[in-house]
Every structure is written in C-alpha cells, then in structure tokens.
C-alpha cells in the first residue's frame, strides 16, 4: 500500500504554533514511508519559475508551510500560483513588482534566491535582507558580488538589497568564482545567467543535487546550463524560457531523517522513492556505525534493525561531504551508540543548540566551538523539549521515539516549514505520536524560557 495517498492535507500554519507533539516512545517502526519531494529544490524551483513567462506545472512538490509562504511571496510578485495536491502551476507572465514584502522574505531565506530570477526577468530588484538566523549569520556577500560580476549595480540601503543593471538591458555573462560552494549563491547566479548576455562560468559552485534539479528545470524551459552538479557550472544566455511540466527529485533530507528514525528505535521500514546515489554519505555512516541498509531496486531502500551501535566522528560538509542538514539527527542517534562520537560542524558556525536539548532526553552530549562530544549512554528518557531549527526539532522527535516514557515536543512550526506532515508518517509507521493543543502564554514557552528565533533553513 502507498501510506501517503491516506495522509490528510494537512493545513499547516494556523495549527502550529499552539500545537506540541507528544510522543511515547520505544515502539519500534514498520512499514512503508513514501518520500515527498525535496524541500530545497521546491523553493529555488519557485524561484525558477520567475525566469520564465508561460506557464509551468510542477510535480512532486512537498507540502510545507515554507513553500506555501514562498507561493505568497510570488502572489505579491503578481504571479499567479496555484497549487493542488503535489502540484503547482505557476504563471509568471505578468509580473508587477520587482519588490519582494519585507515580511515574508525575511522568514523564508530561500526566497532571497529569487533577487536572480527577478533581476534576470526585469534587470531590476528590490530584495529585503534575509538576516541572519538559528543556524548562524548567513551572509549574502557571494550572491551580490557574482551578481555584480554580472554587470548589475547593487546597493543595500535600509535592509534592502536594491540591484539593478544599468542601462536597462540584460545582465552579461561573467567568469565568478565562489569563495565557498554556497548552495543558494549558486542558485541565484545560475537563474541570473540563464537570460544574461553571453557565457557565464560558476567556478567551484555547489554540487549539492537540489542545484542540479534547479539546472535541469531550467533546461527543461529551454535554458542552456552544462555541468550543475559538478563545481563548474557553464550557462549560455537565452533571450527566453518556454513552459514546462517538470517532477522534483525526492528530499533526500527527509529520507535520511526517516532512516534514522529506523536506526534509532531499531526497527525495519522500506523507503521509496528515493535516489541512492544523493545519499552517499548518509548511507556509508549508517552503515559504518552497524546500521544494515539495502538496496532494493533504483528507488527503494530497506533497513533493517542495528545489533550494536558503534560511535563515529562526523564532520558536516558542502556535498558530497556530510550534508549539515542530516548533523542533528545523527547526533540523535549517536546519543545511544556505544563508545564516544565526535560530530564537528563546519557549514554553519552555530549549528548544534539541540545538544542541549537533547541531554534533557538523558544524553551525554558536550559542546566546545563547534564541536559535539557525544558519550553515548545506554537509553534515554522521555522529557519537554524545544526545538530551535528544522533539523534540530526533527533530532528532538527522532530521540523521542527512542526514549522510555513520554516526550512532549514544541516546535511544531518549525517541522511543518520544511517536512511534509512528518508526525503523521511516522504515526502510519506506528509510532506512538499525537498532535495536541496546548495552551501557551505569549512569550512564554512551555518549559518556561523564551520561544526561539524562528526562520527557516
Ligand atoms: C542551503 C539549504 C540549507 C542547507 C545549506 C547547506 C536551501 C533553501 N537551504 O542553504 O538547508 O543547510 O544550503 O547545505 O537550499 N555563505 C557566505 N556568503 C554567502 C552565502 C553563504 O559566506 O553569500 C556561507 C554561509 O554562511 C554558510 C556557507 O556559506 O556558512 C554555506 O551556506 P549556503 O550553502 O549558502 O546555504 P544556503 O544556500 O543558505
């Protein structure tokens, strides 16, 4: 059976913030989990679409608050968004406005992104500063400068990111090269070059897969990008993009959280779709720490129940290295392997405030810098928790469904941003969880402390 044709669509945001989750856990899981597709390609591929004038119909898109948010931003653009199921239809034949609204740009970092698409499309764009966030400063330096490599004049005045080319007409192709691979400067370039003026080289871009399906949207609309997935990437301008049907690739983020959600609670569950080869290092650790994984299929994999945990050391980075995003759920999970892990997260400079939260759960976890010593303890045991980001409140549900008793989880708006109605998954899976309201004093958390920043990652 395919679990998710049963999920309820869910409506997201107006539920969550009053909502916690409660898990009871020590249940090990079963079953089938269907893949949604991948957060991180939905987003920019949003942001695509503003590349292009007919219209394009977008398959397998995950149902997030984050991309419904990112539907608003395009809707305030003038375009129109329509969006039923796993599908959306974009229409971005008309746009309005080149000035994105301050306040949904600055909770949705991906929606900076599309300063390429809008510049590339009108040769101006007014664009709020996404700010920094939980995970860290998140500059947006490598954006601005490729775009000036491009020939756009750009000025940021009362946090907003004014750019524009002068003289009217199209950007102009340009050899930039990236201090660091950056996942959404890539982006934003690559959109930009995809209607400028001549060649342009991205040199030592990202080679994250959400870049590559970003190419191959593109391309699908008649665009000319050679090499996404590699770290140069080569763009011949085209005076327009056509309409497309186009199918996103499965978040391999949330595969990955679903396979520690396997390992964790030592259960077998079957995962599909999926692509392996975006797994890579999710894989080799699971299996390195005593995790059995199997390929079954090109799309499908199984894994079984660990015997022994074994502890590793992780250092997170840009792919195919380590992905961040899977940091705090292998931190989860290394909480109750045997012997002493090291998780050293190099992406982002304040990526490990779960830890904390975590130790509430009985873990034996210490920070220095931005390193994560993890001692791993025999079991843990139900506690509140908080979440503070996406994946940090996806390790916190994950430890949950392995700790004895109940975990009350807040957090839940941050979950509902960026996976696609996880609690009921797992709950199809058999886990013992339950949405409930629960009555919050503003600007008070129920544990008592102040609530989290909230933005997306
Ligand atoms: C994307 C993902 C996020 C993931 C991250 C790293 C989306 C919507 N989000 O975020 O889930 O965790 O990649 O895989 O796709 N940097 C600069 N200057 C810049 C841009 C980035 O110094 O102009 C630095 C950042 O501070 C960070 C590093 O580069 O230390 C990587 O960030 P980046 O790859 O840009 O992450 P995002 O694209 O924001």
């Not at 909770?107 to 966030?133: D, E, K, T, W």
Request: with cysteine; net charge negative; glycine share 10%.
């Amino acid at each position: 059976m395919n679990p998710s044709t049963s999920l309820p669509d869910a409506k997201l945001a107006p539920q969550a913030d009053s909502s916690v989750l409660q898990i009871w856990g020590g249940h090990p899981l079963h079953g089938h989990v269907k893949i949604s597709g991948a957060k991180n390609s939905a987003l920019v591929i949003m942001a695509g679409a503003l590349l292009c004038s007919g219209d394009c119909h977008i398959r397998n898109v995950p149902l997030l608050a984050d991309v419904e948010k990112m539907g608003q931003v395009l809707s305030a653009l003038g375009v129109r968004v329509s969006h039923q199921g796993d599908i959306l239809d974009i229409n971005a034949s008309n746009i309005t406005t080149s000035k994105a609204p301050y306040e949904l740009v600055t909770q949705l970092r991906a929606s900076f992104f599309a300063i390429g698409s809008i510049l590339a499309r009108l040769g101006v764009a007014q664009m709020p500063l996404p700010g920094g966030c939980a995970i860290g400063a998140r500059p947006v330096d490598l954006h601005v400068r490729g775009l000036q490599a491009m020939g756009a004049e750009v000025q940021i005045e009362h946090g907003i990111c004014n750019a524009y080319v002068p003289g009217g007409g199209r950007l102009k192709g340009a050899k930039i090269y990236l201090d660091t691979p950056s996942v959404g400067a890539t982006e934003t370039l690559m959109m930009a070059a995809t209607l400028a003026d001549g060649e342009t080289i991205i040199e030592n871009a990202a080679r994250e897969p959400e870049v590559a399906d970003l190419a191959n949207f593109c391309n699908a609309m008649g665009a000319k990008i050679h090499g996404a997935g590699t770290s140069i990437i080569t763009i011949v301008g085209v005076p327009q993009l056509h309409s497309v049907d186009y199918s996103i690739i499965p978040d391999r983020i949330e595969t990955g959280t679903f396979l520690v959600a396997g390992a964790i609670t030592r259960s077998e569950i079957l995962l599909s779709p999926v692509v392996p080869d975006h797994l890579i290092p999710v894989i080799a650790k699971l299996r390195e720490i005593g995790v059995p994984i199997i390929e079954e299929g090109p799309d499908c994999l199984r894994l079984l129940p660990a015997e022994t945990l074994k502890a590793t050391y992780i250092e997170t980075m840009p792919h195919p290295g380590f992905p961040t995003d899977m940091q705090a759920p292998f931190m989860a999970l290394l909480t109750l392997a045997e012997g002493d892990s090291i998780i050293n997260e190099s992406v982002f400079e304040n990526r490990l405030r779960h830890a904390s939260e975590l130790n509430r759960l009985g873990a034996d976890i210490r920070v220095k810098g931005n390193a994560a010593f993890v001692r791993g303890v025999p079991m843990l045991s139900g506690a509140p928790v908080i979440g503070t980001d996406l994946r940090a409140s996806a390790a916190l549900v994950l430890a949950g469904l392995a700790a004895e008793g109940q975990t009350t989880f807040q957090g839940l708006h941050h979950l509902d941003r960026g996976y696609d109605r996880l609690d009921l998954k797992l709950l199809q899976l058999g886990a013992k969880i339950k949405r409930v309201q629960e009555v919050v004093t503003p600007g008070v958390t129920s544990n008592g402390s102040t609530p989290p920043v909230t933005i997306s990652t």
